[in-house]
């Protein structure tokens, strides 16, 4: 006898990539930066006391929504921090997507496929209709993708910009008339803004036209603070209004506020990083494309690629480099199977994986 609700019997969880834990491990699997956190992250760290933690937080992390307003130019009513951008997506689920809305035909949450992984399973949990409209094969959205998500009755949407798992960016134009003409809220996803040319944030800004786009931030991958555990949305006020109602009430601890508050007021020194990730992207992808390989552009810190005819196809790939302690990733999806995903890392780790794929058997 099992008393789980029917949906989450059903349910496949997320798979996180794998977090090995031999010491000589190169790992170019979940897209973490390469590089530590910056020193003033670390001294908030330190400068942390047993009081500060005998108390509650501030339960909306008031210090770090002023901080990255102004950083953002927006208002601090236009900020939610969350537990990792996670909590963000999930809240948004809880909060405009109808359980079992196959039997209303509202309430459905409109994805593209492939996205990130972890939307489906969110959707899942919550017993919402998912609604996945396939991109091309260049990973390009449907010109009517909006009409398609609202046809089926969609309340929410996600687009992940810069895509996951292709790397491919979407331009801000493309993204406005898509957030017009849908009837729900747009959640653009920019996990991978750091890396990227532009990002969003003029479509949540006052004068922006428009009332129903939420962008989701994390420190995960820019701020080298995956293991922090904290994110953001950045959206119009009622929009942050309708999540804080639904939110755990401490759902960013002291800790966590302190530190992401010390990252976003680092953001120029961080910076230097994306830079030497994004050009050791370029020099990764030129030689992969030596190697034959085809390498999707990318606005990420990772590269996604097919391997050439003539070379071991890409499970194998991820084999025999696992087994050197080399860990990229391999999706089993059947329109992801043929490809590998890479996170860039050092120049040292990205000239061991070059090597190894060189002598790949
Ligand atoms: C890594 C990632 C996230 C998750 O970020 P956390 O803040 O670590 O929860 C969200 N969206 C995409 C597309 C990601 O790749």
């Known amino acids: 006898m099992s008393y789980e609700r029917d949906n989450i019997r059903r349910l496949s969880a997320y798979t996180p990539g794998e977090q ?11 897209n973490e930066n390469p590089y530590p956190p910056v020193k003033s992250i670390m001294d908030a760290l330190s400068s942390i006391q047993g009081e500060h933690l005998r108390k509650y937080p501030p339960a909306t992390a008031i210090e770090f929504r002023e901080a990255t307003a ?16 996670d909590e963000l997506l999930r809240l948004a689920i809880t909060c405009y997507c109808e359980p079992n809305s196959d039997s209303k035909k509202k309430g459905a949450l409109g994805l593209t496929d492939p996205t990130y992984s972890l939307y489906n399973v969110l959707a899942d949990i919550h017993d919402a209709l998912i609604v996945s409209i396939d991109l091309d094969d260049q990973y390009q959205m449907p010109t009517d993708l909006a009409e398609q998500w609202n046809r089926a009755g969609c309340t929410l949407a996600m687009i992940v910009n810069p895509h996951a798992p292709s790397g491919r960016v979407y331009e801000i134009d493309q993204l406005k008339m898509i957030a017009t003409a849908f009837n729900g809220i747009l959640i653009i996803d920019e996990a991978y803004a750091d890396f990227a040319d532009f990002n969003a944030l ?36 009622s929009i942050i209004d309708t999540l804080n109602k639904a939110k755990d009430s401490y759902n960013t601890d002291f800790i966590s506020q302190k530190l992401a508050t010390a990252a976003i007021l680092a953001h ?56 050197q302690h080399i860990y990229i990733r391999h999706f089993s999806m059947a329109n992801m199977r043929d490809k590998i995903r890479i996170s860039i890392g050092t120049p040292e780790q990205n000239d061991t994986l070059l090597q190894a794929m060189k002598e790949l058997k």
């Open 70 to 85: 102004k950083v953002h130019s927006v208002q601090p009513d236009q900020v939610i921090a969350t537990n990792g951008s």
């Open 20 to 30: 090995p834990k031999a010491a000589d491990i190169i790992k170019l699997n979940t």
């Open 268 to 323: 120029d020194d961080v910076a230097k990083t994306w830079d030497l990730v994004k050009s050791e992207r370029s020099r990764v992808e030129n030689k992969l494309i030596g190697m034959g390989y085809h390498v999707f552009p990318s606005q990420t810190n990772f590269l996604l690629a097919i391997p050439p005819k003539d070379a071991p196809q890409a499970e194998a790939i991820y084999r025999q480099l696992a087994e």
């Open 202 to 237: 003029d479509l949540v800004r006052e004068n922006s036209g428009l009332n129903n786009v939420l962008i989701s931030r994390t420190f995960s991958k820019g701020y080298s603070l995956a293991g922090l555990r904290f994110g953001y949305g950045i959206a119009p006020a």
